[in-house]
């Protein structure tokens, strides 16, 4: 089972670049999350989906789009990327609410880094 | 604003040793978690404990939940060099949506 896969794994881009992170999973889960890991600041939710074609933003949504046109992808986009982006972003899906079923699967991680 | 918070941020214990991480949170929630992440990789689920509950085991992990003090610990008995990695609480916000926040976490290195 390849559970969640990011992609890419790593990408520089130059200030006022645009981007899209992908992520797909292949359980049939029906949320799906975007974090950034930064130092000392743990993981901070971006944006999720809790079904196919629904979005909803998170703690910090500004400056990136997301889109769940599938219901095994979800979409990280960069409009025009600053160096606050510099990050490790994590894709993370689950069945339900986590109270229902447990657990976020989470992928490994794609690195950003905006110059 | 980040809503668990752990304590401590750092911690180095011998191998053989107990290891407990503490976290605090500020809201009503449905759930708490646990997860591990080791250096380079995606976090793995480690337990979930309901709001109802106050223990929990799973093999050598041992989670408490007091929601009067809005607080959770993870106890890892018998620590393995394999331990070595960094923790995170996450809770489920009831009052948020039901989003899934993490804390700061806590990196805990085991000594031979």
């Known amino acids: 089972n390849a559970g969640v896969t990011q992609t890419p794994k790593f990408r520089v881009l130059k200030t006022g670049q645009s981007m899209t992170l992908l992520c797909a999973q292949d359980?049939?889960?029906?949320?799906m999350y975007w974090y950034r890991q930064d130092p000392g600041m743990g993981l901070r939710l971006i944006h999720y989906?809790?079904?196919?074609?629904?979005?909803a933003k998170g703690e910090v949504p500004d400056g990136y789009n997301v889109s769940r046109l599938k219901k095994q992808n979800f979409l990280l986009g960069l409009e025009s990327a600053a160096p606050s982006q510099t990050s490790v972003y994590f894709c993370?899906?689950?069945?339900?609410?986590?109270?229902?079923?447990?657990?976020?699967?989470f992928g490994e991680g794609s690195r950003l880094t905006v110059l | 604003s980040q809503q668990g918070e752990e304590d401590p941020q750092a911690l180095s214990i011998q191998e053989g040793e107990n290891a407990t991480m503490n976290c605090s949170y500020k809201?009503?929630?449905?759930?708490l978690q646990w997860y591990r992440q080791n250096s380079g990789r995606g976090l793995v689920h480690l337990i979930l404990?309901?709001?109802?509950?106050r223990e929990k085991h799973s093999g050598r992990l041992r989670v408490t939940l007091d929601t009067s003090k809005k607080s959770s610990s993870l106890l890892i008995t018998a620590s393995r060099a394999a331990d070595t990695a960094s923790y995170f609480c996450?809770?489920?916000?009831?009052?948020?949506?039901?989003?899934?926040?993490f804390g700061k976490g806590t990196r805990l290195h085991i000594l031979p």
């Open positions: 993370a899906s689950s069945y339900s609410r986590t109270g229902d079923t447990g657990e976020l699967f």
């Open positions: 359980m049939n889960h029906e949320y």
């Open positions: 989906s809790v079904g196919e074609g629904t979005t």
């Open positions: 809201t009503s929630i449905n759930n």
């Open positions: 404990i309901r709001s109802n509950e």
């Open positions: 996450a809770v489920e916000d009831m009052n948020r949506d039901d989003k899934i926040i």
